[in-house]
């Protein structure tokens, strides 16, 4: 059982969890469920319902998780200070990251790894626009360093940078979680994970070539394709990934690309249908070390690539 996250990467295909947010939507909270009553402060409810949080966990596990990910996606300074949360950014890591971990110790049939989320900031600094691209870089570089600490701090076995959609943001990312193991004294593999359109390229523009190779070297442990889209439209990037033979790579998508219903986004790829994908993609390239589910999955969805991974 003392494994680790690397170790396990070595030897077979990890499974991820699925989606988040859903998940708490479907237990309608409420303004007051949300701490000091701020409504849609899904991050918060470690704080407020660490119950709901720990039970969406335990649910994914249940269903075949090896991995689960923080409720941490949007938990760095700036996304925290909008909440009043900011000056407690490495605390409120810390928490998030204990709250998986308790939930992976009552699970002892197998190693379970508990995942560092770092979504994007809301800044795109690598863009000309007066409010995105303006943002000081070691302003950006700060707010993630004191994700990362608390992070690293709460014991999660990997960080996750993830539904990146500006290479500069994730490069200052991976710089600072290199700052955060350097004052924790404690290293932890870096997963950088990028999104890309149903025309394989990022929110500016740049294609999954660039962004490899912008980063591949910077001392990360796994290069990742999440969100966005649907497994279908990842095929050409997921090719030319493994072609590298270079670092490991995660493919986490959407169920399917989303439809807009009212308002709502929608996601219509039935768990069978993910895992058969994802099933042809474990097969076809074996650079692919992780997969699991992001925007519209389901424990469901887990369950049926768990099956196709013990299979595989």
């Keep these: 059982?003392?494994?680790?996250?690397?170790?396990?990467?070595?030897?077979?295909?990890?499974l991820f969890d699925g989606a988040m947010g859903t998940e708490i939507q479907k237990l309608d909270p409420k303004p007051q469920d949300f701490p000091d009553n701020k409504d849609g402060f899904n991050d918060g409810l470690i704080l407020s319902r660490p119950e709901w949080i720990k039970q969406i966990h335990r649910t994914y596990l249940k269903a075949g998780a090896d991995c689960i990910e923080t409720n941490t996606f949007g938990s760095n300074k700036f996304k925290l200070d909008e909440y009043g949360f900011g000056a407690q950014t490495i605390e409120f890591n810390k928490r998030a990251a204990e709250l998986a971990r308790e939930v992976c110790n009552e699970f002892q049939d197998k190693p379970h790894f508990v995942i560092g989320s770092m979504g994007p900031s809301g800044f795109l600094p690598s863009s000309n626009d007066p409010d995105l691209g303006q943002k000081p870089l070691d302003e950006i570089i700060n707010a993630f360093d004191l994700q990362a600490e608390g992070l690293i701090l709460g014991g999660v076995d990997a960080l996750l940078i993830e539904t990146s959609q500006d290479i500069l943001e994730v490069k200052l990312v991976i710089e600072a979680c290199h700052i955060a193991m350097k004052k924790t004294e404690r290293e932890v593999p870096?997963?950088?994970?990028?999104?890309?359109?149903?025309?394989?390229?990022?929110?500016?523009?740049?294609?999954?070539?660039?962004?490899?190779?912008t980063v591949s070297d910077m001392g990360i442990d796994i290069f990742g394709l999440n969100c966005s889209t649907g497994p279908d439209e990842m095929t050409p990037s997921v090719i030319w990934l493994d072609e590298q033979q270079d670092l490991p790579i995660l493919v986490v998508p959407n169920a399917g690309m989303p439809h807009n219903e009212?308002?709502?986004?929608?996601?219509?790829?039935?768990?069978?249908?993910?895992?058969?994908?994802?099933?042809?993609?474990?097969?076809?390239?074996?650079?692919i070390k992780i997969i699991g589910g992001c925007c519209g999955t389901t424990p469901e969805h887990i369950a049926e690539l768990r099956k196709i991974i013990d299979k595989h």
């Excluded at 009212?262 to 994802?278: E, F, R, T, W």
């Design 190 to 213: 870096i997963i950088a994970n990028i999104t890309l359109d149903q025309y394989g390229k990022m929110l500016l523009g740049t294609n999954v070539q660039s962004a490899y190779t």
């Design 1 to 14: 059982m003392n494994e680790s996250f690397l170790e396990a990467l070595k030897k077979r295909v990890l």
């Design 262 to 287: 009212g308002g709502k986004a929608v996601y219509k790829m039935a768990p069978d249908q993910l895992s058969k994908k994802l099933g042809e993609f474990i097969s076809k390239y074996k650079n």
